[in-house]
């Protein structure tokens, strides 16, 4: 209501809203309110009621009762026999112990009395011997009888409640001595996920203290090739600590880390204590590889997800590329480029897409591309990377042009200033989904030739890497698409700029986990995701961290990719290009146009914003002043104190050398407090980031003057 008293008007809903809403009537009189009929209500008892058992309230819950009935009656003899066993091991011990008289010989060695108490344990050890044959001659003679006036069955009969009693007496119980065998050799998992063996587990890798133990929300049943449990962990035990120590339960549960994944349950059936576990029979990354699904389709579309690989429960995963960017990051001869050709080959296969492709290797890795790629770049030399950066120049200006363009766009062909499908395929339009495949990026980022832009001093490197960052950034609301793979996932190879606007990451094995958190993300390996655990066997397995942009519900999950050799890749080539031929959508270097549209270098270098990126300029930056700016990226301005041992331990330094150089740039080391992962707070030696920026503006400074 207004001050006036009237209402307010109602905002009318998004179409999207629309669409959610339905229609429905007010119910305000409790009369009208439909009764449960006499069935509806029995069955709503039965679903809730405690008395009743869970295996009857749902036919899943049913089936995994029979199946466990069954299990339980075809072990059923084995157990019986081995009970039987055990009970008559234990027994003999504990008759051996009786008439050995071991209770009273016991007590009297505690009182120090055994040489006085000699007689009393010779007459009590003779007479249980005589109770002993007693028993055993009743008991002959008792059988005698039995066989006598009943025959065979008597002794059957006998023998079968012998063997009951027996059975009974050596069932196994926790903690009851001789009862519970200790095999030597190595350890092995229960092959039917024992829950008390997941309870030891959790246990074992600290995850639960010993007075606390799991709550099966479903049981264990066999998925797959695999057992899979979800339990609900005790009050404030969290699913993303058994995340982060997937490494320690998998030891507790005595299988290869690759073959357990745990998975907290999101959504309304799930909360923060709920995980779900799987575990694998065998290792799910090794057989034969597998064969990309795009080859058995004649043409794509960019706007759905891309088939990339299947995880350990043999499920497909596919990544989404529009709206997003993709980084991939591996050591040489782990399938870095066959994992980033799946990605392309769908963009290939949808005759309406654009792609610029580099290969900063220079092999023939990326050769069959060349015929559908709108601009091409091959090599490592001084003309391949001044080609690779005015096609980004150009790519920038045509982002520029597309931002305007739409803005000129009806709201119903274009509602909110973002790329649509409809758009993409209007040839009149002019703004297809455009991608930019650039492999070994590290080539042309690393390059050090100067060159004046915007009036400053840069390398060619830094620029392109500024190009990149501006389309990463601002180029999936217009279509545009960018992969990076390298095989130098370093802090100095990939600009922090760059990577904190890169949406998915894909991290095969690497060196160490500061390779494997420049790819996936800060701190990733604190939380159960390290590529450097990755085994060198297993060629095309990574990582994979989607973006949540896309609707990924998951941190990150491990992926063997599809395989696509170069006969194949060279297939889906051609498909692209008779596709593109057939659309009328062959366009610049595919269709021997390489001539470049004119571009206003001002125009770029104001939308690259020359005062904030440009211009600051870390590779014109002494060192170590630029190497530690350069790692610590955004930070910069978020932390206010930097550990010493971070920084030598990051940048690879000398200790002296790096203290010394840091001085003479201004920076001198202080003593700050921190807090270490473990809580406890330290005493250490640092930087303070408020110096580190001052030492920057001052050697911008220095050399502005040395430019005058």
């Known amino acids: 209501m207004n001050e006036q008293g009237e209402p307010l008007p109602v905002p009318r809903p998004s179409s999207e809203v629309e669409s959610a809403i ?51 009656v075809v072990h059923l003899p084995w157990r019986f026999v081995s009970a039987a066993g055990r009970g008559t091991v234990a027994a003999v011990r504990a008759w051996r112990r009786w008439v050995r008289v071991h209770d009273y010989r016991d007590a009297a060695e505690q009182s120090e009395k055994l040489v006085d108490k000699f007689i009393e344990i010779r007459e009590l050890t003779l007479f249980r011997w005589k109770v002993t044959g007693t028993a055993g001659l009743a008991s002959a003679a008792v059988l005698v009888v039995a066989y006598v006036l009943y025959g065979a069955p008597a002794l059957w009969a006998a023998g079968g409640l012998a063997a009951a009693s027996l059975a009974i007496f050596g069932r196994r119980k926790e903690g ?45 049943a066999h998925d797959g090739s695999g057992w899979a449990v979800t339990v609900d962990l005790p009050a404030t035990r969290k699913a993303a600590d058994v995340i982060k120590h997937r490494e320690a339960l998998a030891s507790a549960l005595a299988v290869d880390e690759l073959q357990l994944i745990i998975e907290r349950v999101r959504g309304c059936g799930g909360h923060a204590g709920r995980v779900f576990l799987w575990v694998a029979d065998a290792d799910p990354y090794a057989g034969p590889p597998m064969r990309f699904p795009l080859l058995d389709v004649e043409q794509w579309d960019a706007w759905r997800a891309i088939p990339f690989g299947r995880d350990a429960r ?26 980033t050709r799946l990605p392309a080959a769908g963009l290939i296969l949808d005759p309406h897409a654009r792609l610029y492709v580099f290969d900063g290797k220079g092999g023939k890795d990326w050769e069959a591309a060349e015929a559908v790629a709108h601009r091409f770049v091959c090599g490592d030399e001084i003309e391949h990377v001044e080609a690779v950066r005015d096609h980004l120049v150009e790519l920038v200006a045509e982002v520029q042009s597309r931002y305007a363009r739409m803005s000129r766009l009806d709201d119903d062909i274009c509602p909110e200033s973002k790329i649509t499908p409809a758009i993409s395929r209007d040839t009149d339009l002019d703004m297809p989904i455009t991608a930019v495949v650039i492999d070994e990026v590290q080539v042309y980022l690393e390059n050090p030739a100067r060159e004046d832009i915007g009036g400053k001093k840069s390398t060619i490197g830094a620029y392109i890497a500024d190009l990149l960052t501006y389309l990463t950034r601002k180029g999936p609301a217009v279509g545009i698409v960018v992969i990076l793979a390298t095989q130098r996932p370093d802090s100095n190879t990939i600009p922090s700029r760059l990577r904190a ?91 021997g146009d390489d001539l470049q549209r004119a571009v206003d270098p001002t125009a770029v270098a104001k939308a690259l914003g020359s005062s904030s990126e440009v211009l600051d300029d870390r590779s014109a930056l002494p060192e170590p002043l630029s190497s530690v700016v350069d790692y610590l990226g955004d930070d910069i301005d978020r932390r206010d104190f930097v550990p010493t041992a971070e920084l030598i331990d990051a940048l690879d330094s000398e200790p002296t050398l790096f203290g010394r150089q840091m001085g003479e740039l201004g920076c001198q080391p202080r003593r700050a407090r921190v807090a270490s992962e473990d809580g406890t707070v330290r005493q250490v030696r640092g930087y303070y980031t408020a110096d580190l920026r001052k030492a920057v503006d001052e050697a911008h400074t220095a050399q502005e003057k040395e430019g005058e």
Request: hydrophobic share 40%.
């Open 22 to 72: 339905f229609d429905a009537e007010l119910v305000d009189d409790a009369a009208s309110v439909p009764k449960l009929t006499r069935w509806q209500r029995f069955m709503n008892w039965w679903q809730r009621s405690p008395r009743v058992p869970t295996a009857l309230k749902s036919r899943k819950a049913a089936k995994q009762a029979l199946l466990d009935l069954l299990l339980f």
């Open 176 to 220: 009851s001595p001789g009862r519970k065998p200790v095999l030597s050799g190595p350890r092995s998992l229960t092959w039917t996920m024992d829950p008390q063996v997941l309870v030891e587990a959790f246990r074992d890798a600290k995850l639960i203290g010993k007075d606390e133990s799991l709550r099966l929300v479903e049981r264990a």
């Open 314 to 339: 043999n499920r497909r995963v596919d990544l989404q590329l529009v709206w997003t960017s993709l980084l991939i990051g591996a050591i040489p001869r782990q399938g870095k480029t066959f994992s």
């Open 501 to 591: 606007v890169l949406g998915s990451r894909f991290a095969l094995r690497v060196m160490d986990w500061r390779d494997s958190n420049i790819v996936l993300g800060e701190q990733m390996n604190t939380r159960g995701f390290d590529a450097s655990t990755l085994l060198p066997s297993h060629k095309g397995v990574g990582i994979l961290r989607p973006d949540s942009e896309t609707g990924a519900d998951t941190i990150a999950t491990l992926v063997r990719t599809f395989f696509m050799p170069n006969p194949e890749w060279r297939t889906i080539c051609g498909r692209g290009r008779a596709l593109r031929e057939a659309a009328g959508t062959l366009t610049g270097h595919a269709a």
